[in-house]
């Protein structure tokens, strides 16, 4: 999936009123390394959690 689908995605789910929480797991830890995760990894948490504030309004 591209990072551009996951953020946009990761909004709708925050926002949904059944999602309470959410979990990231790196599926392929070996090969973690090779492309930097950090930030997108953070982005795509602020864009959940951007969800979350929106459902509460």
């Not at 995605?9 to 979990?23: E, K």
């Not at 973690?32 to 959940?48: C, D, E, R």
Request: proline share 7%; net charge neutral.
């Amino acid at each position: 999936m591209p990072a551009n689908e996951l953020i946009d995605i990761l909004l709708d789910i925050g926002q949904h009123p059944i999602v309470m929480q959410i979990d990231f797991v790196c599926l392929d830890p070996s090969k973690a390394y090779k492309v930097p995760k950090q930030s997108k990894s953070g982005y795509a948490w602020l864009q959940f959690i951007t969800g979350c504030i929106i459902q509460t309004r």
